[in-house]
């Protein structure tokens, strides 16, 4: 099955960054799978068309007119960041043809020097991060893949690339905003209920919301709670932040242009689940290039 993605030939992506040089490229390979960073402008372009194909035209997100109009989500802050994409080199094209997963990665030192992160729109992260000098925080975002590739492998892959790209820069924290489908956070109580009594984010790691903009997840009684109903309720990706061992915000955040509920979540790398740990290995190198 080949995929195609039609790219725009207009330009509002900003150029990037005079001097700016993403690491090593390729992080990982399974199977036909192949991880690693965009090289290209076209290549950030065609992971914009993605995110927009998933957040536009199927989960109905309404970004600016600029973005609509040209079928891409993008932003000012994608020209400082690094694009991890998954391709899938068994498809015929051109590279910007085999992408079919993607994430935004932002590091602290990086976001500093320039417009900050992206989800301190929502939650104060740089309160979090002061609170934490010497430790290096790394911002996970715009997660997407396209639904027929929504399988074990491509998280897999996904998840090999933020691995090998974290200990090549000696990331201590990676966080970033997840989110539930809808703008009605009480409609996800059980899940978000869950969250907090199971896995909120202690004195080291609590992080709030921004003035007026956060609604606590504190919305069942704990003998409420079925932990099995809450996971099935709760989104894959969030669902695979757990197993890891993240840590969740005690307020949600609701997203009115993505039609969302939004958590922060919080992994500091020394928490990883040693499972995770043994199954990339601690260099990265299980699935390395």
Same mark, same amino acid.
């Given at each position: =099955?080949? $995929?195609?993605?039609?790219? #725009?030939?207009?330009?509002? +992506?900003?150029?990037?960054?005079?001097?700016?040089?993403?690491? #090593?490229?390729?992080?990982?390979?399974?199977? #036909?799978?192949?991880?690693?960073?965009?090289?290209?402008?076209?290549?950030?372009?065609? %992971?914009?068309?993605?995110?927009?194909?998933?957040?536009?035209?199927?989960?109905?997100?309404?970004?600016?007119? /600029?973005?609509?109009?040209?079928?891409? /989500?993008?932003?000012?802050? *994608?020209?400082?960041?690094?694009?991890?994409?998954?391709?899938?080199?068994?498809?015929?094209?051109?590279?910007?043809?085999?992408?079919?997963? &993607?994430?935004?990665?932002?590091?602290?030192?990086?976001?500093?020097?320039?417009?900050? +992160?992206?989800?301190?729109?929502?939650? *104060?992260?740089?309160?979090?991060?002061?609170?934490?000098?010497?430790?290096?925080?790394?911002?996970?975002?715009?997660?997407?893949?396209? @639904?027929?590739?929504?399988?074990? @492998?491509?998280?897999?892959?996904?998840?090999?690339?933020?691995?090998?790209?974290?200990?090549?820069?000696?990331? /201590?924290?990676?966080?970033?905003?997840?989110?539930?489908?809808?703008? @009605?956070?009480?409609?996800?109580?059980?899940?978000?209920?869950?969250?907090?009594?199971?896995?909120?984010? *202690?004195?080291?790691?609590?992080?709030?919301?921004?003035?007026?903009?956060?609604?606590? $997840?504190?919305? =069942?009684?704990?003998?409420?709670?079925?932990?099995?109903?809450?996971?099935?309720?709760?989104?894959?990706? !969030?669902?695979?932040?757990?197993?890891?061992?993240?840590?969740?915000?005690?307020? %949600?955040?609701?997203?009115?242009?993505?039609?969302? &509920?939004?958590?922060?979540? !919080?992994?500091?790398?020394?928490?990883?689940?040693? @499972?995770?740990?043994?199954?990339?290995?601690?260099?990265?190198?299980?699935?390395?290039?």
């Amino acid at each position: =099955m080949e $995929t195609q993605l039609n790219r #725009s030939v207009s330009h509002p +992506f900003p150029a990037p960054l005079a001097g700016y040089e993403p690491a #090593s490229r390729v992080l990982g390979r399974i199977g #036909s799978l192949e991880v690693r960073l965009a090289a290209t402008r076209s290549e950030i372009e065609a %992971a914009q068309v993605l995110r927009y194909r998933v957040f536009v035209e199927e989960m109905g997100a309404k970004l600016p007119e /600029d973005a609509m109009r040209q079928k891409r /989500d993008f932003d000012t802050i *994608d020209r400082y960041c690094d694009h991890l994409l998954v391709l899938d080199t068994a498809l015929a094209g051109a590279v910007e043809e085999q992408i079919v997963g &993607t994430y935004r990665l932002l590091r602290q030192e990086v976001a500093a020097r320039h417009d900050g +992160f992206y989800s301190q729109s929502e939650y *104060d992260v740089m309160d979090l991060a002061a609170r934490n000098p010497g430790k290096r925080f790394l911002e996970l975002g715009r997660s997407c893949v396209l @639904r027929e590739y929504r399988t074990r @492998r491509t998280l897999e892959a996904l998840w090999q690339g933020n691995w090998a790209y974290a200990l090549a820069h000696g990331i /201590d924290v990676m966080f970033g905003c997840a989110s539930f489908p809808g703008d @009605r956070p009480h409609a996800h109580a059980l899940a978000l209920s869950f969250l907090n009594h199971s896995c909120a984010a *202690d004195a080291d790691w609590k992080v709030s919301a921004i003035a007026g903009r956060g609604l606590s $997840t504190d919305m =069942m009684p704990v003998e409420a709670i079925n932990p099995r109903a809450a996971l099935t309720a709760m989104p894959p990706l !969030i669902k695979g932040y757990l197993r890891i061992g993240a840590l969740v915000s005690h307020e %949600a955040v609701v997203d009115s242009a993505f039609g969302t &509920t939004d958590v922060l979540v !919080i992994l500091p790398v020394k928490q990883i689940n040693g @499972r995770y740990i043994n199954h990339y290995g601690a260099d990265a190198s299980r699935f390395a290039a």
